[in-house]
């Protein structure tokens, strides 16, 4: 008797439980149905139907199934976009991580003032993007960029940085310097979480520096690396503000991002607004991050077996 | 010995650390450059000035109080949305941590773009384009899946004797909430707001489009973009506003560094 009491009180607690918990986590799931689920099937949905200006306005545009990305797809601007896209996410990477790795292998040998200095690393990546962009413009404009001015002080020829056929290096060489910081206080914080006893351990059994960096400090950093890769990818995909403020995605330096930036709100190159052509490499972009991710969980699982 | 070649390093480090910081030098530097002088490129400002913070305060003062009132409604809207979900996840054990974070990280993917022209089409038809309290929610969808992340890691790993006591005195869930978990989770929330902050005040995308025709009632980065667009880019003063706009960030990083550096690494590490 005393137990099937207990037993119903016990129910009674878990069920107002799951009911208060309800309540708390209501406001996030109503928000996130209309800031992220409504934003997204609205965009599918623009992808679908074939919008014009005018029919943006009437909302009486005709659905199309999925013309426009048979459109897109048989489209060289859409290749060659891709191709710029992958250019400026793969590079952009792999140095950022092997900087940030070179940097926090440095930091993490603890001599004076490296807390500080590893600290001032974070300016890049806390400023807003449009003002790093701003001012790496002035730094690689063609005439009085003090890029430009050193590269000929050293003997070589000034450089058009920022002119369609050179800027997707431009655009790369500012990414880069941006995304540093951010893989150097991850990985750092990987570093921190070696145990020092394996370092002695190998030093005892006669391993010098570069051995056992291959042998301890990468592989026991393969999770954290795996997350600074995915995060790379994730944020580098749908670089906007850098690009556009340094060169509005002209030339070589449009990507997909950019280039859905153009169309759908009529700016830079693209003085024509197409709705519908923006969403469908949107949608693209999205699919693209989703690939990745998938491989990223995979990765992951092969490292917990 | 080791003495040495720990202060050997140390110079190198400043040597490294000078090269990246060097874009944000140049823009202070040239900030304080007179026109004339801005394309001889001299690594010190020799013909200094202050005539374009003049010109900046003069005209950018708006965009500035805009981008304050966005980036703190901002934190209020994130932290509002964040913290009882995080403690209906952490605390309450709604759904599993791991599989509300997958969907978080799923919703951090769409890319800005896609998110503007959503906005774009539902604001369009709300009426809410142009205004304030449009792109104070859109610039909060930054912010609160990385939040909901932080502060549940945070409150999962938070001692349970204290709550658990008060659940034994009777205390309600909303009690022990705003008297116990919050103040006790005080240094999470503070990382999110800093960041919350950050990102609303660094927003391009949603300002560029769902806040164009804003007028004075646009944040900073557009009044730095107006002078990008213009036909004779005057340098100085765009400098200037740049400078001025960084001013959160040399803030954050004198007040508050070991607060973002934990935020950087908890979004990413925890799992």
Not at chain 1, 82 to 109: E, P
Not at chain 2, 68 to 95: D, E, F, K
Not at chain 2, 179 to 191: D, E, Y
Request: hydrophobic residues 50%.
């Amino acid at each position: 008797m005393k137990s099937i009491a207990q037993h119903t009180q016990q129910s009674t607690v878990a069920r107002k439980k799951t009911i208060a918990a309800l309540g708390f986590i209501a406001p996030l799931i109503i928000y996130f149905i209309a800031f992220y689920v409504a934003p997204l099937i609205q965009n599918i949905s623009m992808s679908l139907h074939h919008f014009t200006r005018k029919s943006f306005v009437t909302g009486e545009a005709p659905f199309v199934g999925f013309d426009i990305y048979k459109e897109l797809l048989s489209n060289t601007e859409f290749w060659i976009t891709l191709r710029q896209t992958l250019l400026f996410v793969v590079l952009s990477i792999i140095f950022q991580y092997s900087i940030g790795l070179l940097l926090a292998v440095f930091f993490n040998q603890n001599f004076k003032l490296s807390n500080f200095l590893r600290g001032l690393f974070l300016v890049p990546w806390l400023l807003p993007p449009m003002i790093s962009g701003t001012t790496w413009q002035w730094i690689m404009d063609a005439d009085n960029g003090i890029l430009n001015k050193l590269i000929v002080a050293l003997g070589g020829n000034p450089i058009w940085w920022l002119q369609s056929s050179h800027s997707i290096w431009a655009v790369i060489i500012a990414n880069i310097w941006l995304g540093i910081p951010f893989n150097l206080v991850i990985l750092y914080s990987g570093l921190q979480n070696i145990n020092n006893d394996l370092y002695e351990a190998a030093s005892l059994d006669g391993c010098g520096p570069w051995k056992r960096f291959w042998n301890i400090t990468f592989p026991l950093l393969k999770p954290v690396t795996l997350i600074c890769l995915l995060l790379g990818f994730v944020y580098t995909l749908k670089t906007v503000d850098i690009i556009w403020i340094m060169t509005q995605g002209s030339g070589t330096s449009q990507t997909l991002a950019t280039w859905s930036y153009a169309m759908a709100f009529g700016k830079g190159h693209s003085s024509t607004i197409q709705y519908s052509q923006a969403s469908a490499v949107g949608t693209i972009l999205i699919l693209i991050a989703l690939v990745f991710a998938c491989v990223y969980l995979w990765a992951q699982r092969q490292e917990e077996q | 010995m080791r003495h040495r070649s720990s202060w050997y390093k140390t110079v190198i480090a400043c040597v490294i650390t000078a090269i990246m910081l060097f874009p944000v030098y140049w823009m202070i530097n040239i900030s304080f450059t007179q026109r004339r002088s801005i394309r001889s490129g001299s690594i010190i400002p020799v013909d200094f000035t202050v005539e374009h913070y003049e010109e900046v305060l003069s005209d950018q003062l708006p965009y500035l109080g805009t981008s304050l009132v966005i980036a703190i409604s901002c934190v209020l809207v994130t932290l509002l949305i964040a913290l009882p979900a995080s403690y209906a996840i952490g605390i309450l054990n709604i759904g599993g941590v791991r599989s509300v974070n997958f969907i978080l990280v799923l919703a951090q993917m769409i890319p800005a773009v896609v998110m503007a022209l959503g906005f774009y089409q539902i604001f369009n038809k709300l009426g809410m384009l142009d205004t304030l309290r449009g792109l104070i929610l859109a610039d909060s969808t930054i912010a609160v899946p990385f939040a909901v992340m932080l502060l549940t890691s945070y409150m999962v790993s938070m001692p349970k004797s204290l709550i658990e006591a008060a659940a034994i005195d009777g205390a309600s869930h909303w009690s022990i909430f705003t008297k116990i978990v919050i103040p006790l989770s005080r240094n999470s929330i503070v990382t999110t707001a800093l960041f919350a902050f950050l990102w609303a005040w660094s927003d391009f995308m949603f300002a560029s489009t769902l806040d164009s025709g804003g007028g004075k009632l646009r944040p900073i980065t557009m009044g730095i973009y107006d002078y990008i667009g213009a036909q004779n880019q005057e340098w100085g003063p765009m400098m200037a506003t740049a400078v001025v706009a960084s001013i959160p960030t040399a803030v954050l990083l004198i007040v508050a560094q070991k607060y973002v550096a934990a935020g950087v690494t908890a979004g990413a590490i925890k799992d």
